[in-house]
Each structure stands twice: as C-alpha cells, then as structure tokens.
C-alpha cells in the first residue's frame, strides 16, 4: 500500500478553515449589501453587463483555497508573514468596498478603493506565486472579476451622476 507523502496530502481541517474564513467576511459584507440590493441598488440605472448575484460564492472559495495552498508551503520561505499580510489586505480592502458602495451609496469613493483592491490583488498573486503556483493562478479569476467589478462600479457611478 502506497501512501501520499504529508506534502501532496489534503489536510481538510485546514483547507475549511481557509475557505470558511473568506465565505465568512463575503457573508458579513452581505448583511450590509442585501437591504440595499432590494432598495437604494435597485433603483440605479446599471449597464446591461450587471452580473447575476449567483457569482460571488464561486469568488470567495477560490480565494480560501488559494490561502490553503499557501499556507502548506509557509515553511519554504521567510516571506509567508508579507504575503499573509498582503492577502489580508487585500481581503479588508474587499470587504470595505461593499460597505462603501452599498451601504454607504459613496461611488466615487468605492471606486478608488476597488482600484487600490485590484493593485493588492496584484501584489497577493505575485507574494502567493512565491509559495504555489496554483494558489497564484487561482486569484487570476478574482483579479479578473475585480477587474470587471471596477469597470461596473464605474459605470453605475457615470449613469447616475446627477
């Protein structure tokens, strides 16, 4: 019987904890953006390209596995604490987007606060890629959804300026 060495091994405790951390701080955010969904967000003119809500579950696991593949490799260098410091940023820029935007109807301000998010974003892929490849190229669909998420914020900020 062949047994997988404890590196290729999935450690499950850990890989829930990762995604569980994320899906928590995308649950918090939507207590604040829900009532507004139904209110003050259903009442602004939107480009034809508004995504279904469905979507920012799928976001969210991505970034925790990501943070999981991470943190297997946090012995191989003495850059793990940047880079968990980096993605935390980069989490708290996220979650302060939300409540900016929907709970606070500030657009121009969760606006520059998403482009600042897209940088962090950026410096999370390159720190992460130093640890695991595939934890790098798992925030590649984050960056791109924040990518469009910025081009969205900035739409709905033009067709509702006064």
Avoid: C
Wanted: hydrophobic share 55%.
């Amino acid at each position: 019987m062949t047994t997988q060495p404890a590196q290729t091994r999935i450690q499950y405790l850990p890989l829930a904890i990762s995604i569980l951390i994320t899906l928590a701080i995308g649950v918090t955010a939507s207590l604040f953006i829900f009532p507004e969904i139904n209110g003050w967000y259903q009442t602004l003119k939107k480009p034809s390209f508004n995504p279904p809500d469905w979507i920012f579950p799928w976001v969210w696991t991505t970034i925790g596995i990501s943070a999981y593949l991470v943190w297997r490799q946090r012995k191989r260098s003495s850059g793990f604490k940047l880079a968990v410091f980096i993605y935390i940023v980069q989490l708290l820029l996220n979650f302060s987007w939300s409540i900016v935007f929907f709970q606070m109807h500030q657009m121009a301000l969760a606006l520059l606060i998403i482009k600042v998010l897209w940088i962090s974003i950026l410096f999370n892929i390159i720190y992460f890629g130093k640890f695991s490849k595939p934890a790098s190229w798992l925030l590649a669909p984050y960056l791109l959804w924040v990518s469009f998420a910025t081009v969205l914020n900035f739409s709905i900020l033009l067709l509702n300026r006064p």
